[in-house]
């Protein structure tokens, strides 16, 4: 027998063979066993109710003909609630995989399907893709897990932690209700060092300005402020402008530069030099 309503035997109950009930002479019933009894199985699955079928062959003599059958239908009410669905997300190092696991309060007797989409957090879609490599997780039936991946960036970009979310909207029919949503966190952790910031020497003719150039190891998620400090050397006061400069290097960028003015005069001197350091 085929169905969808009809229970399996060895899961949804225990199979019952080779039982010969006697029914005494003169007696309408068989009282022992009292009644015939076929063991269901306790799960935790949600399920339609199931039926099965207990078919019993006459082999007495004397009642109709015998090799005939009849049969009753046994009915198993599902006792299990419908399924709940809750996602959780991980915490990764850049360039790692997000797993996102969605996962049902007890197993369904019908595959269980969720469709999945992204949202940016403090997280943009330049730090992961924003299409899960699986758009829609499916729990096969009997089972209480799935899950999606979602692939974060390796970038060269000193930032701190981030995060997106994953958005799971419940299509099953055997869910409810149908267009609930569920929402887990994906948190990506930063593996780049702090950069490192590098002064170029210049030189320029007195009168004219001198450009530094500002360059850093690798580009920051956010703008970086750098105030330098002039001290002299064998230039003076009156050779240049010693001031302290402050300059901002723009998130994502890694160069910058700075000028110095320098004092025209009509002394002949030698060559002269002043240091610039972050101050």
């Known amino acids: 027998n085929t169905g969808p309503d009809l229970a399996t035997s060895g899961t949804d109950y225990s199979t019952l063979t080779n039982l010969s009930v006697t029914i005494p002479a003169g007696q309408t019933t068989v009282t022992v066993p009292s009644p015939i009894q076929v063991t269901t199985v306790s799960d935790f ?5 199931e039926t099965f079928l ?74 992961y893709n924003p299409t899960p490599t699986v758009t829609t997780i499916t729990i096969p039936a009997g089972s209480i897990t799935g899950t999606t991946n979602v692939n974060t960036t390796q970038d060269t970009i000193d930032e701190p932690q981030e995060q997106f979310t994953l958005v799971g909207t419940i299509t099953s029919t055997n869910l409810s209700p149908i267009g609930n949503t569920t929402t887990a966190t994906g948190i990506i952790n930063d593996n780049d060092n702090a950069p490192i910031i590098t ?23 956010q703008d970086i402020t750098i105030t330098f400090n002039l001290t002299n050397g064998t230039a003076g006061d009156l050779d240049y402008t010693i001031t302290p400069v402050t300059i901002t290097i723009l998130a994502g960028q890694t160069t910058a530069t700075f000028v110095v003015p320098t004092m025209p005069d009509t002394i002949d001197e030698p060559s002269e030099t002043f240091t610039v350091a972050i101050g």
């Not at 949202?119 to 730090?127: E, H, K, L, Q, V």
């Not at 320029?204 to 690798?218: A, K, Q, R, W």
């Open 45 to 49: 699955e949600n399920e339609p109710n």
């Open 54 to 127: 207990l078919n019993a062959i006459i082999t007495s003599l004397n009642i109709n003909i015998p090799g005939s059958d009849t049969s009753a239908i046994g009915t198993i009410t599902n006792d299990d609630g419908v399924p709940t669905v809750t996602i959780t997300g991980q915490t990764v190092t850049e360039g790692t995989d997000v797993v996102f696991t969605a996962t049902l309060s007890n197993p369904s007797s019908l595959p269980t399907t969720i469709t999945v989409v992204t949202n940016p957090g403090t997280a943009s879609t330049a730090d």
């Open 199 to 221: 002064i170029g020497d210049a030189s320029n003719t007195e009168g004219s300005d001198i450009s530094f150039p500002v360059t850093l190891s690798n580009p920051s998620s």
